[in-house]
């Protein structure tokens, strides 16, 4: 079994392998086909140790991704984006858009996301099969139009983007296109589709982790921001073009490279966290009555969802200088791949790790990261699966499986494509 083969994702997460390897050490060297192989790591603590030393385990080095880029002005191009810089780049551009999120901001999306998810939850048909991907994929794409200023018009392009990004091992999502007409559409939004790509001779998409890959993305984030320094409104992105100081302002590219990782990053987490929570309410139908009747129990459960879950199943680092990690020598320019999904089920750190405990209290999970990059959007996150649930919950008595889920083929992002159920 490959743990890096996307195909090995279908049919689930391989935990039985990534027991054995967890306890067989917390650090170990993988091998990894047309490419040098890597330090994968395991084990809670070390991942942890890992990700809050960027002076030993970079991020900018080789990016974040297993793979390698293609080529040097691919690496130069993602290093252009927060998610992989290291400090001082990082601290500054994370600063300024921290400084972003205003109170008056939250405040207003977190009432956008309590309507939102009431909005979904009635369009619900009762008895009837709901797909509940399809059905909860909204919220997030409402949300981060809120963050960003988009147009609730201009949202799904947020879905296509994110799937070809996400999405490009899997044939399904690699070429999403759901915008099938303009009409509605914002000038910005008619002038991004014009330049959209389309597969080539081979059938495939040109890679969306490339600038080229993805012009439509771009252009759309460049006329954004033109048109927010032009008309600024109270959202976040505003917010962040309108800021000066003795750490600058953001740039018209830094704020393009921010738009992608909103986009991309700012959706899938949810996306997948929502579906991955549901397969856990619905193979024990008591927690649904257990949570309607205890709501207070929601934000743990909503925790204990993602540590189960754990929608990202690893990041890679670089190491910067020689090392030792959990015993083994490490050389400067090795590849270092954090397992989220191994961490998470760690019983060093969490009794009985593969059972979902709706009361367990797993804040010290992974599903966010650690250090100076943990997710600057964890508590939007949580907010929006706490709301969502909230809102199901308050109009449905029961709710149960009405198919067999289908999985993204993907060795990145733990999703579901379709999880069939019925409310009532």
């Not at 909005?119 to 909204?138: K, M, N």
């Not at 495939?204 to 771009?218: A, E, N, Q």
């Amino acid at each position: 079994m490959s743990l890096i083969d996307p195909g090995t994702y279908t049919s689930g997460v391989p935990y039985p392998e990534l027991d054995r390897q967890r306890e067989a050490a917390a650090v170990s060297w993988m091998a990894e086909e047309g490419g040098p192989g890597f330090w994968a790591v395991w084990r809670h603590a070390e991942v942890k140790a890992v990700l809050r030393d960027p002076a030993t385990f970079s991020s900018a080095l080789g990016a974040t991704q297993i793979r390698d880029p293609a080529t040097p002005a691919d690496l130069a191009y993602v290093r252009r984006m927060m998610l992989n810089m290291d400090p001082p780049e990082h601290s500054r551009l994370r600063g300024l858009l921290t400084r972003s999120f205003t109170p008056r901001a939250v405040t207003a999306l977190r009432g956008r996301i309590d309507a939102d998810a009431a909005a979904i939850a009635e369009s619900v048909r009762p008895g009837e099969v709901t797909d509940f991907v399809a059905l909860t994929a909204d919220l997030p794409l409402l949300t981060l139009a809120g963050v960003l200023g988009v147009p609730d018009s201009d949202r799904r392009l947020l879905y296509d983007w994110a799937n070809r990004v996400i999405g490009f091992q899997d044939p399904d999502y690699a070429a999403s296109d759901t915008v099938t007409g303009l009409p509605g559409l914002s000038p910005m939004a008619v002038a991004a589709l014009r330049l959209r790509p389309s597969p080539g001779p081979d059938g495939r998409m040109p890679d969306p982790r490339t600038r080229s890959g993805i012009p439509d993305l771009y252009a759309y984030a460049h006329a954004l921001a033109e048109h927010k320094r032009r008309e600024p409104g109270t959202d976040v992105m505003s917010v962040l073009l309108a800021q000066t100081g003795p750490e600058g302002s953001v740039t018209t590219e830094e704020f393009e490279n921010l738009f992608w990782l909103f986009a991309v990053a700012g959706n899938e987490t949810v996306r997948n966290g929502l579906p991955g929570g549901m397969t856990a309410l619905l193979a024990d139908p008591a927690l649904w009555y257990r949570l309607r009747t205890g709501r207070a129990l929601l934000p743990a459960a909503v925790d204990e969802m993602l540590r189960w879950w754990c929608p990202v199943m690893h990041f890679r680092r670089t190491a910067a200088r020689d090392t030792v990690l959990g015993g083994v020598p490490i050389n400067a320019g090795d590849k270092v791949v954090v397992w989220f999904s191994a961490a998470n089920r760690d019983p060093r750190v969490f009794a009985e790790p593969h059972e979902f405990t709706v009361d367990r209290g797993a804040s010290d999970h992974l599903a966010f990261g650690h250090g100076p990059h943990f997710c600057l959007g964890a508590a939007l996150a949580r907010y929006q699966m706490t709301a969502m649930f909230a809102a199901l919950l308050d109009r449905f008595a029961t709710v149960e499986g009405a198919g067999e889920p289908v999985r993204l083929r993907s060795n990145f992002q733990n999703g579901l494509k379709r999880l069939p159920v019925v409310f009532t």
